[in-house]
């Protein structure tokens, strides 16, 4: 029997000093993701922003020593400015999905995750809410869950600025 901390899906809760319109753009424009969506040893290069229910997000985070994670996703749903939902899965050099086991991820790692992210202000404030489809000990594990708290300390440097 799995224990339930192992089921448990990530989520990660944090707030930001900034409305939620401006951190809602932070996630909408390929320019100011550039900015932070990469752990700080990394460099995002977005390929393709698509940025409408359908629309494609494609990108390569690129690690010091030119290697990379491509990755493709597909908004599924855009409520501006808030919720932002995308279906993510890695990618092939010319943007096919391809299974998580041909790049040689980690074997529990799912082919397919789902990312949601939501945006509640109070007070000028916005709590950022981000989930994903995979479980928080695979994540942690993988150096996804920690990739992701970096990448959001990013974000929150970003709008205080």
């Not at 224990?3 to 930001?16: K, S, Y």
């Not at 709590?127 to 928080?136: D, F, H, I, P, Y």
């Amino acid at each position: 029997m799995r224990d339930d901390a192992d089921n448990r899906r990530v989520t990660i809760t944090r707030t930001l000093d900034a409305s939620r319109e401006l951190v809602f753009r932070m996630w909408s424009n390929p320019e100011l993701l550039t900015r932070w969506y990469a752990p700080r040893r990394c460099r995002l290069e977005v390929l393709l922003f698509e940025f409408r229910e359908g629309g494609e997000f494609r990108y390569r985070i690129r690690e010091p020593d030119s290697s990379g994670c491509l990755c493709s996703a597909i908004f599924t749903e855009i409520v501006a400015p808030e919720r932002i939902v995308y279906t993510m899965c890695f990618a092939d050099e010319q943007g096919h999905f391809v299974t998580a086991k041909s790049v040689g991820a980690d074997p529990d790692w799912p082919d397919r995750t789902t990312v949601t992210v939501t945006f509640v202000e109070k007070d000028g404030r916005t709590t950022m809410t981000l989930q994903q489809t995979v479980r928080e000990s695979v994540a942690k594990r993988t150096g996804a869950y920690p990739s992701w708290l970096e990448i959001i300390d990013r974000l929150a440097e970003e709008v205080s600025r």
